[in-house]
């Protein structure tokens, strides 16, 4: 691992590749480059690139760039907080090269509302808990008014840092973790390398809460394949059980041909569920989740179900019928239902009601030959091209 020191020449504003879907309003504040672990079999974000540290002081170089342009962008704001683009482009124009991207975050993140912050890259809590600390303290004492700040973060390093730390960073304005958990079998965790275990994953998430964050656990549907699904759903219900996490975010395996998981998947090692396997999958996890007062969230592109959300206990059945409701569907209608989602015409089951819609995916159903028998690997083929045009 690459060590930052505060020799490195500051390389200007930084924003690395990814955020959650859920801060796409937010200022990305780049504290690490990339991810300190790598070795997912699943996960292309970050393939091929080494991590490091960025220097806390050019952290707060990036952030005070940004307090400059909001201040500038405040200061042409009418009483509706709209500005002329007039004022934007001569405002631009004296704004050097080395500085646009700054003032490119500055603009999207004002447009936005400026209420949140995303701590970027794959781990931030890596750094030391002083400098974290420093670094937030610092965002709080520029943008006073933001209500959230939060980061990825993985298991492995949360269940090392004390509780005594973890608190002082939430004291200094980081509130809330997400954490990609993906899988609590430990079958399924080790075969993806995924570098943390059942129990570790259930440590991290307590001590995320007990320090007064809040906790958004990624679940992976599919992870296991045909041979672990079952222990997949039914030992990662039982771990969110445990933790009772302010979030489950729901987002779903896919293969691109850039992750090391698709060698296993092409070769048959690696068995992928067809979208029917995948929902029952989901209906066996939501069913198991008990006792818990968790949000459960639907919120990437990939799923099945982009309506699947609710809150425990009381949404837990109203969820349940949904992907029953798939699950009980004609081969013909399921297969509308899985192509109408995945080219965004439907949202949830009830959607495919509309008849207009209907009509439209029925043709490019004919156009392309879509049949019952061939809908998964149409949808597979699908969603390898996205990744391959960068578009996930
Ligand atoms: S820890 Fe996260 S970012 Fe890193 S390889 Fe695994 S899934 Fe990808």
Known sequence: MSKSTSK??????EQGPIRPPSEA???????TRNCPWNRCTFCPVYKGAGFSLRPVEHVKRDIDAVARHVDALKRMSDDSGQISRIDIDTYMARVSGSDRQSFHAALNWFAGGMQSVFLQDANSLIITPGDLADILRHLKGRFPWVGRVTSYARSHTVARISDEDLREIAEAGLNRIHIGMESA?????????KGADKATHIKAGLKVIRAGMELSEYVMPGLGGRELSDSHARETADALNQINPHFIRLRTLAIPNSV????????GRFEKLSDAEAAAEIHL????????????????ILNLFEDLE???PEDKERMLCSVRAFLDMPPRERMLYQVGRRLGYLRGVGNLADARVREEIEKICDQHAITPDNVDAFINEMISGLFEDNLL
């Open 8 to 13: 490195a020449p500051y390389q200007g504003f």
């Open 25 to 31: 309003y937010s200022l990305l504040i780049r504290v």
């Open 185 to 193: 079998s430990d079958e399924v965790l080790k075969k993806v390398r």
């Open 260 to 267: 090391p998981l698709f060698g296993e998947y092409e070769s």
């Open 285 to 300: 996890f939501l069913e198991l989740l008990d006792g818990i007062t968790s949000q459960v969230k639907s919120d990437h």
């Open 310 to 312: 609710g809150k425990f």
